[in-house]
């Protein structure tokens, strides 16, 4: 009896193995540290694997733009999701917002500032970090806010621009800016010091709405269609919600 019950868990197993595919997925940088988790758990629990590569949202979409063998994206826009069904290269219909990001004002020194506000209006620093507004998503959101406070152009020559929010994110846990705006989700994954936060309001930029979508290149593959299923799951939404996003 025992050689049969054996035999019949191998079958089992090779056929859930069989039935295994992997997804390629394009993620923003911003959210790298929960794609890790919910990468690793996805996985866990269907067998499927993952490849996934980071950036920023502007140069993930113009990779994909370049045939890059992407399968899903999720980017830190709505924009360039609904781009990418508008020029056929994602499945109609198939996107969604999974998450909504803030942004905060960050620095590596404590007690550095407690009114982020005061402390931008005051210029009292030489550098300040931000992502690139052309690409980033949380770039375009910074500038919008030193545009609300009246800041922007005195502040100009001070900036250093980052090719993505998290390469900003490193000018400033290196002590290469003084301060930086970043993404709530990276303060919460950051295992160091915590310096000192401001939470930027909301209306001081628009909302950073986090849309992901299936590209052609993922239509027919189980893996992927499993992947956008998990990523609406309550499972994966408190997950998304520990590290700061908003979920709908």
Do not use: C
């Not at 994110?169 to 936060?197: E, M, R, Y």
């Not at 299936?214 to 799951?233: T, W, Y």
């Amino acid at each position: 009896m025992k050689p049969l019950i054996i035999i019949l868990l191998s079958l089992i197993l090779s056929v859930t193995k069989a039935a295994a595919e992997e997804v390629k997925v394009a993620i923003a940088a911003n959210f790298t540290d929960v794609a890790r988790i919910l990468a690793e758990r996805f996985e866990q629990q269907t067998g499927h694997t993952t490849r996934i590569s980071y950036g920023s949202t502007g140069k993930l979409y113009s990779q994909i733009e370049h045939g890059a063998p992407f399968e899903l994206f999720l980017a830190a826009d709505r924009a360039r999701p609904q781009k990418a069904e508008n020029e056929g290269l994602a499945v109609n219909g198939s996107g969604f917002v999974y998450a909504r990001g803030k942004l905060v004002l960050w620095s590596l020194k404590e007690s550095l500032f407690e009114r982020g506000e005061r402390y931008l209006n005051a210029g009292e620093f030489r550098h300040l970090a931000l992502a690139n507004p052309k690409t980033a998503p949380y770039g375009l959101a910074a500038q919008q806010v030193m545009q609300h406070l009246g800041i922007l152009e005195q502040t100009r020559p001070r900036l250093v621009r980052g090719d993505s929010i998290a390469q900003t994110f490193q000018f400033v846990a290196t002590g290469n800016a003084d301060a930086g705006f970043v993404a709530l989700a990276q303060i919460k994954a950051w295992p160091g010091k915590n310096g000192s936060l401001w939470e930027i309001p909301e209306s001081y930029y628009a909302p950073i709405d986090q849309a992901a979508v299936v590209l052609n290149k993922g239509r027919d593959n189980p893996a992927a269609q499993a992947f956008i299923e998990f990523l609406k799951s309550d499972e994966a939404k408190q997950v998304i919600q520990s590290y700061g996003y908003g979920v709908e």
